[in-house]
């Protein structure tokens, strides 16, 4: 009876480890982190990219000073920075105060970790520009081809409500040059941008970001600014897809009608939304 109860123990083991070892494909079979099949390889030699992120590393309430550590979620920072390196830009990194970037650390587990995450984790160039990030009030978002603004819980914090990032995405969006791009959270950086007669920039543009559906489905129970109720209060109008096990799994990336912004719903977009910003700039 011993040796049939160690044996059945031994079997569950090894169904126990075989599992854990194919968990990241399983959840890249579900739908986590898909490879975008309409890849190209541009060559943008000579134009410059800029990643964004935020600079809020904890989840809290109003008037809390401790919390879980947060921050931008990784690949939502590792993917476009190296879909825009890969396709020879000049990229930069600046964060909305500065200095150090707080990178979430469920991001790097080995589950949900994307190969760009790997690659980050080897890369000590990379890694300096996350640890010295500029703020974005020393950036002249003019002088880049491609802005994008990364995503994760820590951008509910301070993107939606930097009056110094807005004014810099108006600023952009009249100069006419770069293509304005998000991920997820990322998308808060638009909701105070305003055009020249003082409306609301991203009124009647169709765009998206992380869903109300997933925010519940990994139990975050308060952030201070949710993408998708936002972008519809500043008169966006918002597409997302919804997957049947958890929208984590779903993805879909939205360019407007003239084609300056490109957003992308959640932590799967990345490949997609960076690759159709470089489409945009290649046609120009």
Partial sequence: ??????????????????????LPHILNWMGLHPK?????QYNLKGKRALVVTTSHGILNKPGET?????????????????????????VDVASIK?????????????MIKDD?????????????KVKTSSPIADVDFTQYDAVFFAGGWGAAYDMGQSEILAKKISEAYYAKTPILGSVCHGALAFIQAKDTT????IKGRTMTGVTHGQLDQLGIKFTPL???EELIKAGAIFKANHHPISDMLATIT?????????TGQNQNSGHETAQKMMEIIAKK
Avoid: C, W
């Fill in 66 to 90: 401790i919390g879980k550590p947060t921050g931008v979620f990784g690949s939502e920072m590792t993917v476009p920075y190296y879909e825009f390196l890969d396709a020879n830009m000049d």
């Fill in 226 to 228: 949710h993408p998708e």
């Fill in 116 to 128: 760009a995450d790997e690659r980050y984790l080897k890369d000590d160039a990379f890694q300096q």
């Fill in 1 to 22: 009876m011993k040796n049939k109860i160690m044996k059945i123990l031994g079997i569950l083991l090894v169904v126990i480890i075989l599992f854990l070892l194919f």
């Fill in 36 to 40: 975008f099949e309409g890849s190209q």
């Fill in 254 to 262: 939205v360019v407007d009608d003239e084609e300056r912004f490109v």
């Fill in 198 to 201: 003082g409306n609301l920039l």
């Fill in 98 to 110: 500065g200095g150090e970037i707080p990178i979430d650390p469920q991001s790097f587990y080995y």
